[in-house]
Structure formats: structure tokens, C-alpha cells
């Protein structure tokens, strides 16, 4: 079975850091990029960040850049997420999602996040 | 930055066709993705690139973008598709995703 589970969510202050670790299982996972996307309580979906197959390739939302740290360990099939400087806007549901990337003569594109974790919660509060 | 516009809420009878709009500059010229969330559940891939279906997902739900706007069509909708559906694209290496719809079945 292909799955994604998160794990590292809880409580922390302000200021704090948090790292959230994604387990992959019943897949290659070396083969697939990965994102992460949180949804604050009540709000949408955000995309977070972005690392190639390889790991050589981090992309940040803006709100996040300089504060958050993508990475991952195709040894151990794994996806972190180091997260500093957290604040209150910071307090969601933090989902990691596959992807692939395809790319022919012309072009490379995404072809979309088709699973998802179950989610790790992070509260930020003071 | 670029976004994505979606309604917050559209209602549909059963038996009968959903249309949800997501609407950005040129999203026509960038593949779509539409993603279904039901209360309390992770997200599900429901078209990508547009128009194609993963495996699994019923053929009621088809995709289409254009111009500015993409649109996810939901024929013969039925009780259990009552859920959020988010739109998303990729822009200068950055994920976009719409600020999502509420469909009601009623």
C-alpha cells in the first residue's frame, strides 16, 4: 500500500522551532518529488515547499523563506521539514504530498501531488 | 504574486451538474490541478494537467482551462461529492493553490 504518514506535530511557542518528519512506504520513494501544504484551522490549502527527487532542487512560499528548511533522506525513505521563528500564522495542519516530474524534448511539468499523509498538527501559541 | 480565484460556495441538486471556476492571469498557458477535500480528510487528486482523471476517480468529474479560468464539472452529482474542491497551478516555481470552494449537494 502506498502511504504517507506525518509525525513531529505539537504544541510550541512562539519563537520556537519544530521539525515534522513524512514516511514514505509502498513506493520508490527517490523516484518522486515532495511537498509539503498546511491548512490553518477553518482556512484552505497553502503549498509550503518543494524538494526534487534527488534533493537538490527547494522551492518556499514566501510567507515561509528563511524560516523553513525542506530535506529529505532517500535511504530512509523520509521528508523533514525544519521549521523556525514559528508565530501564531504558523499553526495548521501540515500535509507532505508526493509528485513527479515529468519532463520530454520540450518542457518539464509536475504531474500532480496524488497522495497525501493523513496530516500533523502544529499549534504555535504564546 | 499570483492567485487563484475561486467561489466560496456553489449549490447543486442531485442528478445534476457542478460547475466549480478557478480564475488567474493566463491560467490557460499553466497546467491545472483540482484536489476534493470532505470534512476531516487529506486532500484527493481529482483531475491533473488540466483535464485527465487518475485512476479511480469517477468519470462525472472532468476538468477544462482556458484563457483565464479552469473549470472542474461534476456531471450527475451525487451526495458523497458534497466537499471542498481546491484548484492549484504552479507559478515561477511556486505553488498556488485557489482559496477553494464549498460545494453543497442539497
Known amino acids: 500500500e502506498v502511504r504517507l504518514v506525518e509525525s513531529g506535530g505539537g504544541l510550541v511557542q512562539v519563537g520556537g522551532s519544530r521539525r515534522l518528519s513524512c514516511s514514505a512506504s509502498?513506493?520508490?520513494?527517490?523516484?518522486?518529488?515532495m511537498n509539503w501544504v498546511r491548512q490553518a484551522p477553518g482556512k484552505g490549502l497553502e503549498w509550503v515547499s518543494h524538494?526534487?527527487?534527488?534533493?537538490?532542487?527547494?522551492l518556499y512560499a514566501d510567507s515561509v523563506k528563511g524560516r523553513f528548511t525542506i530535506s529529505r533522506d532517500n535511504a530512509k525513505n523520509s521528508l523533514y521539514l525544519q521549521m523556525n521563528s514559528l508565530s501564531a500564522e504558523d499553526t495548521a495542519v501540515y500535509y507532505c504530498?508526493?509528485?513527479?516530474?515529468?519532463?520530454?524534448?520540450?518542457?518539464?511539468?509536475?504531474?500532480?501531488?496524488?497522495?497525501w499523509g493523513q496530516g500533523t498538527t502544529v499549534t504555535v501559541s504564546s | 504574486s499570483y492567485e487563484l480565484t475561486q467561489p466560496p460556495s456553489v449549490s447543486v441538486s442531485p442528478g445534476q451538474t457542478a460547475s466549480i471556476t478557478c480564475s488567474g492571469d493566463k491560467l490557460g498557458d499553466k497546467y491545472t490541478w483540482w484536489f476534493q477535500q470532505r470534512p476531516g480528510q487529506s486532500p484527493v487528486l481529482v483531475i491533473?494537467?488540466?483535464?485527465r482523471r487518475p485512476s479511480g476517480i469517477p468519470e462525472r468529474f472532468s476538468g477544462s482551462n482556458s484563457g483565464n479560468t479552469a473549470t472542474l464539472t461534476i456531471s450527475g452529482t451525487q451526495a458523497m461529492d458534497d466537499a471542498d474542491y481546491y484548484c492549484q497551478a504552479w507559478d515561477s516555481s511556486t505553488g498556488v493553490f485557489g482559496g477553494g470552494t464549498k460545494l453543497t449537494v442539497l
Open positions: 504530498a508526493r509528485d513527479r516530474l515529468h519532463c520530454d524534448s520540450t518542457s518539464c511539468y509536475f504531474e500532480g501531488m496524488d497522495v
Open positions: 524538494i526534487s527527487s534527488r534533493g537538490t532542487t527547494m
Open positions: 509502498g513506493f520508490s520513494f527517490s523516484g518522486f518529488e
Open positions: 491533473y494537467q488540466d483535464d
